[in-house]
């Protein structure tokens, strides 16, 4: 039964028609005004640029850069910030009272940091990464710990009267219990770290996609500028939609709990 | 503590401004400490004396006041910007189920290329300028607005609309009627996330563009190594934004939820 | 007079996953006079709830006609109230602001509203209430406001989609109660769904007992109960009772029916 197949097929067309319009909207534009391509390139401009720089491995080096900055700095994040939130989620008196502390460094997290970190830990690799967890580490942790303290009552009292220990309740109870605040503030926190990752590396770095970017605008070269904005439009459509969605199908919305709008 | 001791401080611990302030206290004193003890090389770290009295310096040289406002203006013209843009587009898209079909791949990807990413193109177009920063948060409003009403419109529930249509409501009237207030929660929501994106795509900008501001002033301090302008400008951009959230953004929020009833999560961003 | 006519009225839909084509009504035709209350039964999946939302103008019909009033319905109006089994108030109004939403759209002045507004709110014992809003009532009264709101627009027909399926036992006697109780003192010409038989027999002159899919009127059972009626009067009698098993029985038949014979 061909049924079920056909839509996916129809919903992906779907998808990238408006691309395809946008794309012949842009070329007949930029053809009928005969703009210069030092203002804005032609569609082909920014195609030859994509593979110039594919061909020449500049791509997969400033991708693998970035990538890698962002994998650390978020497997940083999650690993700290998690464990953090949950603990400070699982205190009333701490929570409530450091609530505001956390809000506060949620307000100031990521880019407001990079003068700070290039400080600290000079221009390179070091300081985006830390960009990258810092953005994230707040966000996340703030929303785990608000996560952990929406578990209703009930739940958690069901767990400690089977005599749930401390390493059990963390596990079993308060990590899937908060889960879906947490999948809000991965979401939340990569948006941030994400931000970031790009705003670091234009000041601060000398490789990545977002050093792409500023040396492309020092010589003017639009049609770099445009090939690796799509490039990071599209890697983080890829996260978000292929990652961060999925994962919330899977866990959050499989098992009923309400889901956050984004 | 005395049961007249410990009445007083429960007292204390009621008022909003004590619980917001209160976390702040044992952090600054650790700060403190960790400066006093020179922990970290002074190069690198220095204590709250040392901040405020760069506060104080430049507060006096009126520098603060004229870069907060510089920040502060740019971000109002983006918001003004961003919301007479955004609004119209979402409802206009919102409203046709074409128009969304068509748009909606093209509204994510977009929302999709970091606004900051928008910096270098934006410079080769206007410069190293006001309207160039403007642009930036404009964009980084507009997106994330247009997105959250038109989600806002789509759980509008079907029954809302025939109620109001088996009353006689016509086209327009369901819009104002129905439609208007029932969106209202996500437009809250997605103005609080484009503000909060907008916030820092201005710290950045100002940072890249290097006029004045004070993502401009922390960057420049950075240059010339004061430690202590950096953290004065981290601490200012902090209170402002956790003011313009919890005074303005969240209550909006809030209300429009609380107040006709609906279940909402409440998120940080 | 007759209020509310549908002739032959036949639906069918596609399925949206499988592709095959459903009947959700095959052939259906009823009357309801001016100041009757009607109720319409019938099997899972009949179809009665589609039948109301034809009638209420939300969904076309495939075939067959819908007269109310002497004029074919075409879309939703005024002169066709609806009461939804999840109330669908305007939680941002206030209880005032929810009934007199439908005189507002018809440009009553405010006194008059207000004054209107007054009258049904009277009658369905929510006065005192004007300024709270929805959320804030108990799912009871919400669906008395939802009543009260579709009656200050006098349709000409108010349709009832199983209004009191989510309430609790002992609230759904309450409401029937007063339902029954609002329909004596105003005699609105009713329409209404449910799948519980004494509660149709309950509140009905007459009972529209629909069979199974392709659904069909079966049979259409005059309901003698005197009026007004009463749980503690009319339930204990041995009429309502003998009503109530004629049409469990109506219903049961009909499934085994199609048990017996699978199609």
């Known amino acids: 039964m061909t049924a079920p197949r056909a839509p996916r097929i129809r919903s992906v067309l779907w998808f990238l028609a408006p691309f395809a319009a946008l794309l012949a909207v842009w070329a007949a534009v930029v053809a009928a005004t005969g703009v210069p391509m030092r203002i804005f390139p032609q569609v082909t401009d920014v195609a030859r640029a994509l593979v110039g720089m594919t061909v020449s491995g500049e791509l997969t080096a400033h991708l693998a850069a970035s990538l890698r900055r962002v994998l650390i700095g978020s497997v940083l994040a999650v690993v700290t910030a998690l464990p953090f939130g949950i603990a400070l989620g699982a205190s009333p008196r701490l929570s409530a009272f450091f609530a505001p502390l956390l809000r506060f460094s949620v307000a100031l997290a990521g880019i407001a940091w990079i003068p700070i970190a290039t400080l600290w830990l000079g221009y390179g690799d070091g300081a985006v990464i830390f960009i990258v967890w810092n953005a994230m580490f707040f966000a996340l942790a703030y929303n785990t710990m608000l996560g952990v303290r929406r578990i209703p009552l009930p739940l958690l009292r069901a767990a400690r009267s089977m005599g749930t220990g401390r390493l059990r309740m963390f596990w079993e109870v308060l990590l899937p219990g908060a889960l879906p605040s947490v999948v809000t503030g991965l979401r939340v926190g990569l948006g941030y770290g994400w931000r970031g990752l790009v705003a670091a590396e234009i000041i601060a770095t000398g490789a990545g996609l977002g050093y792409a970017l500023f040396l492309a605008q020092k010589t003017f070269s639009t049609d770099v500028i445009i090939a690796s904005m799509v490039i990071i439009g599209a890697l983080w459509l890829i996260m978000d939609r292929l990652l961060l969605a999925p994962l919330e199908r899977r866990t959050v919305q499989r098992w009923g709990m309400t889901v956050a709008v984004s | 503590m005395t049961t007249g001791g410990t009445a007083v401080w429960r007292q ?145 529930p079907q029954e809302l609309v025939r109620a109001a249509r088996s009353l006689g409501a016509s086209r327009l009237r369901i819009f104002v009627e129905v439609i208007l207030p029932g969106a209202l929660p996500s437009v809250a929501s997605g103005v609080r996330t484009g503000l909060g994106y907008g916030w820092r795509a201005l710290v950045a900008a100002e940072i890249i563009v290097g006029t004045s501001g004070i993502g401009f002033m922390m960057f420049d301090a950075r240059r010339v190594g004061d430690v202590a302008e950096v953290f004065l400008g981290m601490i200012v951009l902090g209170i402002l934004w956790y003011a313009l959230d919890a005074l303005f953004l969240a209550p909006f929020e809030r209300a429009t939820v609380e107040r006709w009833g609906l279940v909402r999560q409440e998120a940080a961003r | 007079m007759t209020a509310l006519q549908i002739d032959h009225l036949h639906k069918t839909y596609v399925d949206g996953y499988s592709g095959d084509e459903v009947v959700a009504i095959g052939d259906v035709s009823f009357a309801v006079a001016e100041g009757e209350f009607v109720s319409v039964l019938g099997p899972s999946g009949c179809g009665k709830t589609t039948v109301l939302n034809i009638v209420a103008g939300f969904v076309e019909q495939t075939a067959g006609t819908v007269t109310v009033a002497g ?38 002045p405010k006194a008059e509203r207000e004054a209107t507004a007054a009258e049904y709110l009277r009658l369905v014992g929510l006065t005192g209430f004007e300024h709270r809003y929805p959320h804030e009532l108990s799912g009871g009264m919400q669906q008395r406001l939802g009543v009260a709101r579709v009656l200050a627009n006098e349709p000409a027909v108010m349709l009832m989609d199983e209004p009191f399926a989510s309430i609790d036992a002992q609230t759904r006697r309450r409401l029937q109660e007063d339902l029954t109780r609002i329909f004596q003192e105003r005699r609105p010409t009713v329409f209404f769904v449910t799948h519980d038989v004494d509660e149709a027999v309950f509140l009905s002159d007459r009972v529209v007992v629909l069979t199974g899919r392709p659904s069909t009127v079966q049979e259409i059972v005059e309901v003698d109960l005197p009026r007004p009626r009463a749980w503690r009067t009319t339930g204990e009698l041995p009429r309502f009772r003998a009503l109530c098993n004629r049409i469990t029985d109506l219903l049961v038949g009909d499934e085994a029916d199609a048990v017996a014979d699978p199609a």
Do not use: C
């Open chain 2, 12 to 156: 204390l611990a009621r008022r909003p401004a004590v619980r917001t302030l209160g976390p702040f206290v044992p952090v600054v004193a650790l700060w403190w400490a960790l400066a006093a003890l020179e922990v970290f090389p002074p190069a690198f770290f220095v204590g709250p004396d040392v901040v405020l009295a760069e506060l104080a310096g430049l507060l006096e040289r009126g520098i603060l006041p004229g870069y907060l406002s510089d920040s502060l203006t740019r971000l109002w013209y983006g918001v003004l910007f961003g919301l007479l843009i955004g609004l119209p587009l979402g409802f206009l898209i919102g409203m046709s189920p074409l128009a969304r079909r068509l748009t909606w791949p093209l509204l994510l990807f977009f929302q999709a290329v970091a606004d900051i990413a928008w910096l270098p193109i934006v410079i080769v177009w206007f410069g190293f300028s006001l309207t160039a920063v403007t642009f930036v948060i404009v964009y980084t409003i507009v997106f994330p607005l247009v997105l959250s009403i038109v989600a806002g419109i789509e759980q509008v």
């Open chain 3, 71 to 108: 004029k074919p319905v075409t879309g939703p109006g005024p002169d066709r109230g609806v009461v939804f089994q999840n109330h669908a108030l305007f939680p941002w109004k206030t209880v005032l602001g929810n009934v007199t939403f439908g005189l507002r759209m018809r440009g009553v």
